[in-house]
């Protein structure tokens, strides 16, 4: 019989790690989705009736694939990790107004 003993043993230390996510070229990303957020018809809010104060808006949802850097950093390592995942994005806009992105969730 072995002794259990005599087995390597895994060190764990405390260690901090630093986990980021940044869109890749989020400018032109954000002017593409308020772009295509813009429809060739315009609800009519005219009859619709609301409490003092506020605004009819209109919502506009695009479904598009994003590419994402992921770095991982720990002490003095860095690893990069670049990934394509699915996002929503809403766009709201007042009457005679423009779209603009308010809202972005990961699909994945």
Not at 55 to 84: C, G, M, Q, R
């Amino acid at each position: 019989m072995k002794n259990q003993d005599n087995k390597k043993r895994i060190s764990i230390e405390n260690s901090t790690v630093t986990i980021t996510a940044a869109l890749q070229e989020p400018r032109m990303l954000k002017n593409l989705v308020e772009r295509l957020a813009v429809r060739n018809y315009d609800a009519d809010h005219s009859f619709e009736k609301l409490q003092p104060g506020w605004k009819a808006i209109e919502t506009s949802s695009i479904e598009a694939y994003v590419s994402v850097d992921i770095s991982l950093s720990e002490n003095n390592d860095l690893f990069k990790i670049p990934f394509i995942t699915c996002f929503l994005f809403t766009c709201i806009r007042e009457k005679e107004g423009k779209y603009n992105l308010r809202f972005s969730n990961s699909l994945s």
